[in-house]
């Protein structure tokens, strides 16, 4: 599928599974991040991904399997590997009763670093952060995008050679989330690694160099995001809603689509021969019609299904 | 990476006991200078409301009782001895002070950290272990008790309660007094789903530790609370601690001061095992 990476991996999971009770969370789940890499998890609620990311971090114990980082394995040596992590968790734990300068500082000492040399990085870490102006300014007095980036700053404290991003841009705003890829991606132009866990399908295509699809704890797709798109889905996408379009998908419209969903009122016609469709579509004046190219969005319905999960 | 683990086929793992043996580095340092940090900001209204209420105690019941009682009778090493009841009442006063204010910050003020604020999952995603966190939270703990106590013990040789050079030997026993009062509530801190657990812990624990021979002497309960009463924390730390304040050797030292040692053992193996648990999913 992908070709084989130049250097051996940063990171590597092998075979990981993980059980709670009946149910297996993950399974057999393989995989590898390359140096300079973004590697992005997609999935639904309750696919598995922070349970990876929990025990990628050691904080949690798999049942089977193995996770090696940077020559050093995991559980056995935790605490070295996370010598070289950078970690944004979904729920911020910035401490309340710090200043962004403070909690900065704080951090950095439990990487076994010295005062002097956490104060030195501060200012360079706070303007990465946009939050220079805000270095006395407690997490309280910050918007939801400050305290991200703060987060952000806090896991590059140790310059750590991989990040592990939760859902870093979840609940923010336009604005927000795209200096935090305009960040995410000056990282990486810096030669650090992303593991990155996202609801966010432009997110994953604008910053993952590969993408995993994990859905009931299994990998169900990877790929680059452009290749998993031309090799699941046909180029175009025609969405039509309004009165009666729900009938089209057994019309004699359907001849011009290799597929056809319905959801709900609309109707999504995947083709390799749109001319032909909306040439057929202009019969139909009182629809309103949407033609754009496949996404990541289509791929991942595809792949996943379009039903609302339990815990979601 | 060695040639074995990438061959050879998915171990599968047995996840290490909770029961392990505690593994605590000096990586728990920086968490402890996290938390007296906080602290720092907020040191004088909290050290106002720690000594306030224990003075007040001692000046109401010492002073106003004091008249009551007179003199109370002490069993020592030479037959029993008169003393003040406000140097009685102090003595042990200042060891249930070491305990309430290591209680409350290894309850409270820990539970906040770990689940309401999540600090220490943030810890966590460092390379620091959660042995070394709750190592770190117990003895935060145990030294804002010895912080409390060493103000309270700077009043009452204000006010001339007593001047015994000996107290300079209660003041590490009072520590450990709030090393073995820290351990046992975070035992209760691991189990709590929420602030209302801890009601539990203060009226079935804390409250027998009125037992304690702090504001009367044990000698007049019945022997059977007496026996129970021998093998309380805060008994043991009594029995240490009132000599010291007339000015004399305390007897049995030794197994008081083991008595408080096994406390902090057990306790401290036990608070770490079921934090342990708690954070394992």
Known sequence: MTPPAPLPPLFEVRNLSKRYGDSEVVSDLSFAIAPGECLGVIGPNGAGKTTTIRMCLGLSVPDAGSIHAMGLRMQRDALAIKDQLGVVTQMDTLDPDFNCAENLLVYGRYFGMKDREIRARIPALLEFASLTHKAGAKPGELSGGMKRRLSLARALVNDPRLLLLDEPTTGLDPQARHLMWERLQLLLQQGKSILLTTHFMDEAERLCSRLLVLDHGRKIAEGRPRDLIAQHLEPDVVEVYGPGAAALAHGVLRQHAARVEVSGETVFFYTHNCASLMAGLQACPQLRTLHRPANLEDLFLKLTGRQIREDA | ?281
Request: hydrophobic share 60%.
């Open chain 2, 1 to 281: 990476m060695p040639e074995d683990t990438l061959l050879s086929p998915a171990p599968v793992l047995a996840a290490p006991s909770v029961w392990r043996a505690p593994a605590v580095t000096l990586r728990f340092w920086p968490v402890f200078l996290r938390n007296l940090l906080v602290w720092r900001k907020l040191a004088i209204p909290s050290l106002v409301g720690n000594i306030a209420e224990p003075l007040m105690w001692l000046v109401a019941f010492g002073y106003g009782m004091g008249a009551l009682v007179g003199e109370i009778r002490v069993a020592g090493p030479t037959g029993s001895v008169a003393v003040p009841y406000i140097l009685f009442l102090a003595s042990g006063s200042i060891c249930m002070s070491a305990m309430q204010a290591a209680t409350f910050e290894a309850l409270y003020s820990a539970f906040s950290r770990m689940h309401v604020q999540k600090t220490w999952d943030g810890i966590m995603n460092a390379p620091v272990s959660l042995d070394d966190i709750v190592f770190a939270e117990m003895v935060w703990a145990a030294f804002k008790s010895l912080f409390t106590v060493t103000a309270i013990l700077g009043v009452m040789l204000a006010l001339g309660i007593s001047h015994s050079p000996k107290l300079l030997v209660a003041w590490p026993i009072l520590f450990g007094v709030g090393v073995a009062f820290s351990c046992i509530a975070l035992i209760f801190n691991a189990l709590a789903r929420g602030y209302d657990f801890f009601t539990y812990y203060f009226t079935l624990f804390l409250t027998p530790m009125f037992l304690s021979g702090i504001f009367f002497p044990l000698e007049q309960l019945p022997v059977v609370v007496r026996v129970i009463a021998g093998w309380l924390p805060l008994a043991n730390a009594v029995e240490m601690v009132r000599p010291l304040f007339m000015d004399q050797w305390p007897e049995h030292f030794l197994r008081h001061a083991l008595v408080l040692v096994a406390y902090v053992g057990v306790a401290f193996w036990v608070a770490l095992a079921l934090t342990r648990r708690r954070f394992r999913q």
